[in-house]
Nanobody
Framework: QVQLQESGPGLVKPSQTLSLTCTVS??????????WSWIRQSPRKGLEWMGA???????YFPPSLKSRTSISRDTSKNQFTLQLTSVTPEDTAVYYC????????????????RGQGTQVTVSS
């Protein structure tokens, strides 16, 4: 059973870069047809897909975040990392990593296979 765990700072200052890591256990990130995603949830914006990296290393981002977002992976550690640059208070949210078996670009509910989420607050 795949399990995911987010880690990273809970507080980031405006204009800085947010970096979060997701550690995967119980399965390999390189398993075919695996899509490893980042999603965030806030009262203002609801659920927002931030991007995904596939089992082969391809990355996908929504147009709204593409200029500020990157996702990388370390397959030796079974981890993938989100970086979001130039953060503002509007980036305050609970951030989740998740696993899908296809590319999901929008969410009405939290994905079934996901981490517990980590609160990130952007404030000076």
């Amino acid at each position: 059973q795949v399990q995911l765990q987010e880690s990273g700072p809970g507080l980031v200052k405006p204009s800085q870069t947010l970096s979060l890591t997701c550690t995967v256990s119980g399965g390999s990130m390189t398993t075919t047809y695996s899509y490893w995603s980042w999603i965030r949830q806030s009262p203002r914006k609801g659920l927002e897909w931030m991007g995904a990296i596939t089992s082969s290393g391809l990355v996908y981002f929504p147009p709204s975040l593409k200029s500020r977002t990157s996702i990388s992976r370390d397959t030796s550690k079974n981890q993938f990392t989100l970086q979001l640059t130039s953060v503002t208070p509007e980036d305050t949210a609970v951030y989740y990593c998740a696993r899908e078996t296809g590319l999901v670009r929008s969410y009405n509910s939290l994905p079934k296979i996901r981490g517990q989420g980590t609160q990130v607050t952007v404030s000076s």
